[in-house]
DNA sequence: TATTCTAACTAACAAGTGTTAGTTAGCAGC
DNA sequence: GCTGCTAACTAACACTTGTTAGTTAGAATA
């Protein structure tokens, strides 16, 4: 009974790199079977609809981050510290899926059901986000600057890596992870 | 003879604001033209194509990052100072048209014979964004890491500028452009 | 051997796509 | 009052879109 789901999980897989290379609505579902080697009408025996597709590769992602951020928040550590953690939950994620990334960043708008719920992760990610920020600042960790500023500077970085990461694969996860946090909170001047 | 143009700019500016909110391929002339209270075929008396109207939001926001920064290439300033004035031009150009950034980072590929010439103007901005970098290293005012991954992690900020400066009018760019410099440069660590 | 499952196929549909052709109403300049 | 321009219109085109229906060949199961 498709215990490993492995054709919908190929397509969803081809989808993804399609939908990175010309953004979901560019891709047609005959693209989608060509580079799967079938007929479009043959996909329709793996999932149920183009949109399908799109949620499968958004809210799962959308999901990590939050599952992410939560165990980051609850964590008992400084403000700093906590920030490094946001940044490794990043790179990690977008090292293991850089495709979906660019959906999750470009194509969320044509979620259609699961929009509102799409929001609803995002806008809490980002409350959880500032809300360490602050506490930062308020424990004199973090310079006393707009929060907002900082959390918008700090996560335009982060949500842009899976631009970066598939062509610095000589890179590894850890080593960028700890380049980043110290080009994102210690700066660049000498 | 359509020396001021205002129709077909009435139009671009139109798209401009649909592209940014569904993206190029998503917005149908249809959809265009319902938002200009008009007939799509009606359209076509003041552009040509659909193409056209990317080509003409892209091509000159591209031109303008060129000319931005061929005069802060050859301008006689310390590399701190010269990344001073890559915030500026970009806070400077977002502010202006927020919405035309939106094409300019996402539906640049739709772009089809003016694709190659894009690409070089955006190379050759890295190229000499990635430049100031490694002088700035050289000559000591910036720490010694990846230049690249600096240069990512400020172009990330600047080219997501689009996605924020509409939320934040009561800032005023000038103040904008100093906090990020601010945030960018000399981190947030206390 | 007979049956069911898997994963492909062909053919087709209704709706939507960008675009063209030809027309028309209003207005400016001669 | 005629001419020509502007900017809209209706109607239609050829093609593409996501999706459905029905079929088929091969492998696994009974």
Redesign the pocket.
């Known amino acids: 009974?498709?215990t490993e789901g492995?054709?919908r999980d190929e397509i969803i897989h081809t989808a993804t790199k399609l939908f990175k290379e010309k953004g979901y609505?560019?891709?047609?579902?005959?693209?989608l079977?060509t580079a799967?080697?079938?007929?479009?009408?043959?996909?329709?025996?793996?999932i149920?609809?183009?949109?399908?597709i799109l949620k499968a590769i958004i809210i799962s992602l959308a999901e990590e981050f939050t599952q992410g951020m939560d165990a980051i928040k609850k964590s008992d550590q400084t403000a700093i510290e906590k920030l490094n953690l946001i940044v490794e939950l990043h790179v990690d994620i977008t090292t293991k899926n850089p495709y979906g990334m660019a959906s999750l960043n470009n194509d969320w708008m044509h979620l259609e059901a699961q929009l509102d719920y799409y929001l609803g992760l995002r806008e809490r990610y980002e409350q959880d986000f500032v809300a360490i920020i602050k506490n930062g600042i308020s424990s004199n960790e973090i310079v006393d600057t707009n929060p907002e500023v900082v959390m918008f500077s700090i996560l335009s970085t982060l949500r842009s890596l899976y631009l970066w990461i598939p062509k610095k694969e000589e890179i590894n996860p850890k080593a960028l992870a700890q380049n980043l946090s110290d080009v994102l909170i210690y700066g660049i001047n000498k």
């Open positions: 009974m498709n492995t054709r609505s560019a891709v047609t579902m005959r693209d079977a799967m080697g079938m007929k479009a009408a043959s996909l329709y025996n793996h149920n609809s183009k949109q399908e």
